[in-house]
């Protein structure tokens, strides 16, 4: 058979089936219906003059020449798919854009960026910071990284959970020295309280502290973003009740103190895209690395 007249469309259609052994699966991986599936299968055993499956009740089976042609393209298929990924790896297709939250981006991923370039110094990461979950249409980054407090799946695309969000109180250890003490939670009424988009957090994390206090007691200022509440608590603003893991390295390094080990639950953060089967080489390598580093950590 001439190319020119080879069945690309239903080549790929029997492909996915006989893979598979199942029109339904087939047509979900393909993004078709199963009786485009279906009909695809039907022209190339016309075009054969043979059957390619023994069909059951809700099932499928490859026979002897049905197996003899997906061994074929198997191999054609994955050599085309590999030079694929080889020519789009390489040149204008090593960037890959990514998409963070603020707070993420800021206080996780760029910290951490420097490690994922060691490892793979032909991919350059483009970090947009942004809220609104994008659509991964044309120009859109390919991966985006999103906080939920009640979510963890969003229309049309494919997440995957990396870590769980705890909020705990933070602050300066200049407030310590030239301000009140801290004794016990109360104590931190004393002191100007910062606020991550409302004041509901500082609320459920003084009622697991036991304490209702009065809206006054509550008053300070309100950030957008967990890493601009995070840097007031660093200049010393007053106390913050910020993400555990976005605050990691300053705890560390003593630029801010945890005063009592009481934390509160605020969802988590899950990596976000149309699909992670269709992934470029570079998406799909800082997919890996992201999933390794958040099991190292929860190790």
């Given at each position: 058979?001439?190319?020119?007249?080879?069945?690309?469309?239903?080549?790929?259609?029997?492909?996915?089936?006989?893979?598979?052994?199942?029109?339904?699966?087939?047509?979900?991986?393909?993004?078709?219906?199963?009786?485009?599936?279906?009909?695809?299968?039907?022209e190339l055993e016309?075009?054969?003059?043979?059957?390619?499956?023994?069909?059951?009740?809700?099932?499928?089976?490859?026979?002897?020449?049905?197996?003899?042609?997906?061994?074929t393209l198997a191999v054609a298929f994955d050599s085309i798919d590999a030079r694929l990924e080889e020519i789009r790896a390489t040149g204008a297709g090593s960037l890959l854009t990514v998409t963070?939250?603020?707070?993420?981006?800021?206080?996780?991923?760029?910290?951490?960026?420097?490690?994922?370039?060691?490892?793979?110094?032909?991919?350059?990461?483009?970090?947009?910071s942004e809220t609104r979950l994008v659509e991964f249409r044309g120009d859109a980054p390919e991966l985006a990284i999103r906080h939920s407090a009640q979510h963890s799946a969003w229309p049309r695309t494919q997440a995957r959970h990396l870590c769980n969000v705890t909020m705990v109180p933070v602050l300066s250890p200049a407030i310590l020295t030239d301000g009140a003490p801290l004794a016990t939670p109360q104590d931190l009424l004393s002191h100007t309280l910062l606020h991550e988009e409302n004041r509901d957090l500082w609320t459920r994390w003084f009622a697991a502290a036991g304490l209702t206090p009065t809206a006054d007691a509550m008053r300070g200022p309100i950030f957008t973003d967990g890493a601009l509440t995070l840097q007031a608590a660093l200049r010393g603003h007053g106390v913050a009740l910020v993400d555990a893991m976005l605050a990691q390295d300053d705890l560390d390094a003593g630029h801010v103190i945890q005063p009592f080990d009481l934390s509160v639950p605020f969802g988590a953060y899950f990596l976000v895209t149309r699909d992670f089967t269709q992934l470029s080489p570079q998406a799909s390598a800082f997919v890996v690395w992201m999933a390794a580093c958040f099991a190292k950590q929860q190790a």
């Open positions: 058979m001439k190319r020119g007249r080879l069945p690309l469309t239903a080549l790929r259609s029997f492909e996915a089936a006989g893979r598979l052994e199942s029109f339904t699966l087939a047509a979900q991986e393909l993004f078709v219906s199963q009786a485009a599936i279906s009909r695809q299968v039907r016309a075009l054969l003059g043979k059957p390619l499956f023994t069909r059951h009740h809700r099932k499928v089976r490859l026979n002897a020449d049905g197996t003899r042609l997906l061994e963070a939250e603020p707070g993420f981006a800021t206080c996780w991923l760029v910290p951490h960026l420097a490690d994922f370039r060691m490892l793979h110094p032909q991919i350059d990461v483009s970090v947009e």
